[in-house]
């Protein structure tokens, strides 16, 4: 039998995957697709809100008879996510929001070795903080990275390929640093 916090906890994220797999609902279709009761509904959109991660977004019915129903969607920018892909050529980024819409996308080739281009792995990370400006985020609440090789949990290293760039090493342990995730395994 689940406590009525643990209830809760439940009800709160079926609603959320409602509205992050069909967008913005009513009340009446959010009490449909949950099969909660209306106050219970009622409750739930109460303390998304207070939470800051449903928002009421528009009208339904628009343009006919009668009252409106409110649609309550997700607050998008509530939380971002950033996909960094490194590989030995180029650096690709992009950011998503709250709704996995992608907000910014970058691709950058990456620094030859001639003196003053710069170092690749300080490139990586000037462009996961560009796009992060760009969308106006400080911190992002997750980031991933695609690149060749393993990624040693306990010290963030990557290894496993014996032609990888000697850049990519450290990149996951200083992308965790930069994030403010500094602890002792890569997120």
């Known amino acids: 039998t689940a406590t009525p916090r643990t209830a809760g906890a439940i009800n709160d994220r079926i609603a959320l995957e409602l509205l992050a797999d069909r967008g913005p609902l009513t009340a009446g279709q959010l009490k449909e697709g949950t099969g909660l009761s209306r106050p219970s509904v009622s409750d739930l959109l109460e303390r998304l809100g207070k ?17 409106n129903a409110r649609l309550y969607g997700l607050v998008a920018d509530r939380a971002h996510v950033v996909a960094l892909d490194a590989r030995t050529d180029h650096i690709a980024v992009a950011v998503a929001d709250l709704t996995g819409r ?41 980031v991933v990275m695609g690149a060749p090789g393993l990624v040693d949990s306990a010290t963030g290293a990557l290894g496993g390929l014996l032609a990888l760039p000697a850049w990519h090493r450290e990149l996951a342990r200083r992308l965790r640093e930069r994030s403010g995730r500094g602890g002792g395994s890569v997120p």
């Open 102 to 142: 992608t907000v910014h996308r970058a691709d950058h080739p990456v620094p030859g070795d001639a003196p003053g281009r710069g170092e690749p792995g300080d490139a990586a990370l000037a462009v996961v903080e560009g796009a992060l400006r760009t969308v106006g985020v400080t911190v992002p609440h997750t």
């Open 51 to 67: 939470r800051g991660l449903v928002a009421v977004v528009g009208e339904s019915g628009a343009g006919s008879r009668g009252p």
